[in-house]
């Protein structure tokens, strides 16, 4: 049986326990175990600081970036075997693994190359310079200061090679070590990563560590320099934020949680938003089973089109085969766990109560090339309900699954954001219309509220990418119950990993360490 070994203080290390198994969900087969009972975390955190820590510093953001292209290149090279393991543990079909594994390797190159853009700097400059008083010789400079402690990466099961891959740019490119623990169930792609940047990648070492298994005690470990950036339910979000530990040292945490994402057809959207509205709500319900933190929940339309909307998506559905990911036919494969399986079904119950199903049959499905009752599948599901407010728990309730509820609203842009903000904040909300008040009232009304902003017109609906995609150079995160978080959003990801400072006196001699020039600030 293959023992998925964790990366700690330099050496590959397992835990003294009975190992968890992490399974194949379309056949319910063990693949490998993995175990972190008894293992030195305090030590392994020390030697990321020490080791990693000191080392990545020293580096200028090109050299970072160089270090990012090579990890980049080293994914790339693992792309086949990546995308298998994903398939077996994740459930994943192929296009679902191209998503998360191209994912990864894009946004560690488009970190390369913006470390290469940073140029010979050793931390960023942070907005103008501040003249203060008379004279102008007296300045303040603010700059952003690599931390030096680790970035402790707590990632979800539904995307290990980006979730990994996305944080770790971010945090390597602002000068940190990066510590990261993969969720246990699909751990398998992580692990596999892991094995490849540290066998072909030249990190330097302690740049990156991986715990692979439980969490067990690595929180009481955390020091003031620390960063957690966890991606997760918004359940455990909220023991990290909560940890006595984390609070009493201060560490700052980074959530990105669960979240109820919206997808809006507004007034005047001619037949170009229309289609690229159908397009996407069919690629946001079966990508990756439903299982994405962006996908869409929630469909708000003029009632007067809630009929036609139905039909038309239901036809797209039609068409979807659920079965096992590694036959080309299959378009979607099965939920990752028996756990999220199982909580897919009572959630689907909680949402039965306010809604009906207006495509699909709550259930497993007929899955295809699959033998007997083996494999944790959801079919696709389309809900509806005529009352949008009165169904309170479709704005409540995360169902990580592939199935969105369809609701009307009035036609009004303030109706359609009042009914979007009772998510409570979410990832990203799309809106398809052409009718420009509409779109300039939804946004105004709609962005206090979520981290990112779809809006797709007829001039851009054939280019406008599903709402679900998250670029690097764009802000990921939400506030609320989205977790407050952000990260990505190009340099603005480097925010969690490094200190603001301002360093306040003789400009041109601040300038002239800082390797600034007197007129850049
Ligand atoms: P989860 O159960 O909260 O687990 C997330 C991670 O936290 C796993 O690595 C897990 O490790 C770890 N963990 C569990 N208990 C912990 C504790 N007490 N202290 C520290 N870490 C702990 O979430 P999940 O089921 O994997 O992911 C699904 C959720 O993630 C969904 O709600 C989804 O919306 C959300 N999500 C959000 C985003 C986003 O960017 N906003 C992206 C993807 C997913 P073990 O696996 O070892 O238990």
New binding site residues.
């Given amino acids: 049986m293959l023992v998925l070994e964790s990366l700690l203080g330099g050496r590959w290390v397992s835990g003294d326990g009975p190992g968890i198994s992490l399974l194949n969900p379309t056949t319910e087969a063990v693949l490998a175990t993995c175990d972190t009972h008894g293992l030195d975390l305090a030590a392994a955190l020390e030697f990321a600081r020490s080791q990693g820590g000191g080392a990545l510093r020293a580096l200028t953001f090109a050299e970072r970036g160089a270090l990012l292209e090579a990890a980049s290149k080293t994914l790339h090279a693992e792309r086949e075997a990546l995308i298998e393991l994903a398939v077996q543990n994740g459930g994943n079909t192929r296009g679902d693994a191209k998503f998360d594994i191209d994912g990864a390797i894009g946004t560690l190159m488009y970190y390369a190359e913006l470390g290469k853009s940073l140029g010979d700097r050793r931390f960023a400059l942070d907005g103008p310079v501040e003249n203060i008083g008379k004279g102008g010789r007296v300045q303040g400079w603010h700059i952003r200061a690599p931390k030096q402690g680790v970035a402790v990466h707590?990632?979800?099961?539904?995307?290990p090679a980006w979730?990994l891959a996305e944080k770790a740019a971010c945090a390597w490119l602002a000068g940190m070590p990066v510590l990261t623990?993969?969720?246990?169930?699909t751990a398998l792609v992580a692990w596999h990563i892991v094995k490849a940047l540290d066998q072909k990648a030249s990190l330097p070492a302690g740049a990156l560590s991986l715990l692979c298994?439980?969490?067990g005690d690595l929180?009481d470990h955390l020091g003031p320099q620390d960063v957690v950036a966890?991606?997760?339910?918004?359940?455990?979000?909220a023991?990290?934020r909560g940890?006595q530990r984390v609070r009493s040292v201060g560490v700052a945490v980074n959530v990105?949680?669960?979240?109820l994402n919206s997808s809006v057809l507004g007034a005047g959207a001619d037949d170009a938003s229309y289609d690229a509205f159908i397009r996407h709500l069919h690629t946001e319900m079966t990508q990756k089973a439903g299982q994405?933190?962006?996908a869409t929940r929630r469909i708000f339309v003029p009632r007067d089109r809630q009929a036609e909307v139905i039909s038309d998506l239901s036809e797209r559905l039609r068409g979807v085969v659920v079965g096992d990911p590694s036959r080309d036919d299959v378009h979607v494969g099965p939920l990752a766990t028996r756990e999220?399986q199982r909580s897919a079904m009572e959630g689907i119950a909680r949402l039965l109560e306010v809604t009906r199903p207006a495509f699909g049959t709550p259930g497993r499905g007929a899955p295809r090339g699959v033998e007997g009752e083996r494999g944790f599948f959801v079919a696709p599901l389309l809900l509806t309900a005529e009352d949008a407010r009165a169904a309170k728990v479709v704005h409540d309730l995360?169902v990580?699954a592939p199935l969105a509820t369809v609701l009307p609203y009035d036609g009004t842009a303030k109706d359609a954001a009042a009914l979007v903000s009772l998510g409570q904040g979410s990832?990203v909300a799309s809106i398809y219309a052409d009718d420009r008040d509409f779109l300039e009232q939804a946004v105004v009304e709609l962005a206090p509220w979520h981290g990112r902003l779809v809006l797709t017109d007829g001039k851009i609906a054939d280019r406008s990418m599903a709402p679900g995609m998250v670029l690097p150079g764009l802000n990921?995160?939400?506030p609320g119950r989205?977790?407050g978080?952000s990260?990505l959003g190009g340099v603005r990801g480097l925010d969690v990993y490094t200190q603001r400072c301002v360093i306040q006196g003789n400009g041109p001699l601040i300038a002239k360490f800082l390797g600034a020039s007197a007129g850049e600030g």
């Fill in positions: 707590i990632n979800a099961f539904n995307f979730g623990k993969p969720a246990t169930s298994g439980p969490v929180l966890f991606t997760g339910s918004a359940e455990t979000g023991k990290i940890h990105e949680a669960d979240s994405k933190c962006t999220q995360e990580f990832l990921h995160g939400g989205a977790g978080g990260e």
